[in-house]
């Protein structure tokens, strides 16, 4: 079995940082595309940063030039250094991931539990 595991959410006051972490828990035979969701009270998700296995990336406009999406593929973990944060950053973040748990299946996504990041002063 498969589980995404996140960490590194908390309080933090508006421009500080925060840095997530997601990381899956069992053994995987590959990961491809990996990425970070929020969702706050009474709003849809949305999607907050991605990187593909090639390093490639992408942000959302609200969060360019403050947030850096990473990844360590010796670790198969993806990062999300968030800095200068503001309240409307505040939201329970999501990891997700597309993979295979083992050879010759179709790459499928997996989601984390969230982590509650929380911008106030």
């Known amino acids: 079995q498969v589980q995404l595991v996140e960490s590194g959410g908390g309080l933090v006051q508006p421009g500080g940082s925060l840095r997530l972490s997601c990381a899956p828990s069992?053994?995987?035979?590959?990961?491809?595309?990996m990425g970070w969701y929020r969702q706050a009270p009474g709003k849809e998700r949305e999607l907050v940063a991605h990187?593909?296995?090639?390093?490639?990336?992408n942000y959302a406009d609200s969060v360019k030039g403050r947030f850096t999406i990473s990844r360590d593929n010796a670790k198969n973990t993806v990062y999300l250094q968030m800095n200068s944060l503001k309240s409307e950053d505040t939201a329970v973040y999501y990891c997700?991931?597309?993979?295979?748990?083992?050879?010759?299946?179709?790459?499928?996504?997996?989601w984390g539990q969230g982590t509650q990041v929380t911008v106030s002063s």
């Open positions: 997700n991931a597309k993979l295979r748990r083992r050879p010759w299946v179709t790459p499928e996504d997996y």
């Open positions: 069992g053994s995987i035979f590959s990961i491809n595309d």
């Open positions: 990187i593909t296995s090639g390093g490639s990336t």
